[in-house]
């Protein structure tokens, strides 16, 4: 099956600042890639996605970017709020399956 | 709000309880997930739901039994748990066979086994 690590665990940085977060997966054959936002007492909630076929996607602030070759994809956030507080996880699907690999968090902390 | 509903919100059961989960979503989506998320771990999934049958159960013990008596409605029914299986429970649906398949979550039912 699908393996997909995460990093860093825990990211702090300041306010205005960019945030990145790296994920690795191992099946060739996954070609969907989530990226979604949990905060404390909620589930998680889809933030971007990206398809196997693009190699970049942004919406505002946020932005995702997929190399296939090298089988990794990563989260970019920039000017940084305290609202971005949180824990973002990774996700890879495979292809025509409905199960979602998860990577396993990193805890955001943007400190005013 | 995501439009998936859980409830109880919050659940202390003993080991020698019978308790249920209720999962119910208002997407018209046709897939239904049940995920265990423990600190520090990868989300776990447990089961899968297309149109009301299972395609998944990922090895989970018995002592979880799911139902889906519609595409709306995902129960998991709880006995004999042990500390362990205290965690966050989350549901999802999806409208499956539909390109990227985006899932959503519910608030997750918090459960404490003692």
């Known amino acids: 099956g699908e393996n997909v690590e995460q990093h860093p665990s825990t990211l702090s940085v300041q306010e205005g600042d960019s945030a990145v977060i790296k994920c690795t997966y191992s099946?060739?054959?996954?070609?969907?890639f989530p990226w979604y936002k949990q905060e404390l007492g909620k589930g998680p909630q889809l933030i971007i996605d990206i398809r196997s076929n693009v190699g970049e996607k942004k919406d505002q602030r946020i932005a995702v970017t997929l190399n296939k070759t090298a089988k990794h994809f990563s989260l970019h956030i920039t000017e940084t709020q305290p609202e971005d507080s949180a824990v973002y996880f990774c996700a890879a699907r495979l292809y025509n399956f409905n199960k979602f690999y998860f990577g396993s968090g990193t805890k955001l902390n943007v400190k005013p | 709000e995501t439009g998936v509903t859980q409830t109880p919100r919050h659940l202390v059961m003993g080991m020698t309880n019978k308790k249920s989960l209720k999962c119910e979503q208002h997407l018209g989506h046709n897939a239904m997930y049940w995920y265990k998320q423990s600190a520090k771990k990868p989300l776990e999934l447990m089961f899968v739901y297309n149109f009301k049958e299972q395609t998944e159960n990922n090895s989970v013990p018995s002592r979880f039994s799911p139902e889906c008596p519609n595409s709306s409605h995902l129960f998991l029914h709880l006995h004999t748990l042990q500390p362990e299986d205290s965690a966050l429970y989350l549901c999802?649906?999806?409208?499956?066979?539909?390109?990227?398949?985006?899932?959503?979550f519910g608030p997750g039912t918090r459960l404490t086994v003692l």
């Open positions: 999802a649906s999806s409208q499956a066979n539909r390109g990227k398949n985006e899932q959503f």
């Open positions: 099946d060739s054959a996954s070609n969907y």
